[in-house]
């Protein structure tokens, strides 16, 4: 009997051992939270409400009496890295956050409003390390570079029935950038220099607007040592 059998390179399983190597565990995390707020109620809460027990229904009515205000938030994200040579790593982030809030407008009757924010695409590239040949001068460098987009989408559900249509659109695009240096010594002087630029559009009923927005910023920091006979507890920053 014959056998065939591919043989990738050596360099290209070298690079696939690298790379699968680098990734991180893939980190998901999901919170839902229910508040609710009763002004002047006349019913005392059950062991399940002050416990937090049951679903939604029992948090916007004690008895006969609803709450004046209840808000549901429910969050669900994906982070993931990946180690690159050089001491860089490039991470990626999914979050999404649904939000329904119940507001009381007369005895019996709730308004809704509901929202749902998302970030994605959210990616960014940090690196950090030491240069070689200056570590007599620098102890420390890092730099990082993000890119991502936040949209959000608000809107109120109709109320007796009428027709309404309130929904708005935000959507904000940004580039921030940062980078830091720390210089050697026992008590060194440190460096961060950041700028951010945004984009963003807001698009309602009756309003459309955007804009373009754009910040400089450097923080200039060092331990100073006082005096022994003062007993400091530690150098004034």
Sequence with gaps: SAHLR??????SSSFMR???????????????????????SASGASLAYQFGLGGVGGFRRIGSELATSVGLVTQ?????????????????????????????????????????????????LRWSGQ???????ISSLGANARMFETRQVNGT?????????????????????????????????????????SKRLDDRPGL?????NADFSIDVSKPWRLPADWNPRSDLR
């Design 76 to 124: 669900f994200s994906i982070n993931q890295a990946l180690n690159l040579p050089l001491g860089a790593t490039l991470a990626t982030r999914y979050q999404r956050i649904n939000t329904r809030n119940w507001t009381r407008r007369l005895i019996d009757t709730h308004e809704i409003v509901d929202g749902t924010q998302t970030v994605f695409p959210d990616v960014s």
């Design 131 to 137: 240069p070689r040949g200056l570590q007599w001068l």
């Design 18 to 40: 690298g790379l699968l190597g680098g990734l991180q565990p893939l980190d998901l995390n999901f919170n839902r939270s229910i508040l609710s707020v009763y002004d002047g």
């Design 157 to 197: 559900q109709p109320f007796f029935g009428e027709v309404l249509n309130d929904r708005g659109v935000m959507r904000v695009r940004s580039y921030p950038l940062n980078g830091s240096v720390v210089f050697a010594g026992q008590r060194p002087l440190s460096a961060t220099l950041g700028y951010s630029m």
């Design 6 to 11: 591919r043989v990738l390179p050596r360099s």
């Design 208 to 212: 459309t607007s955007n804009g373009d």
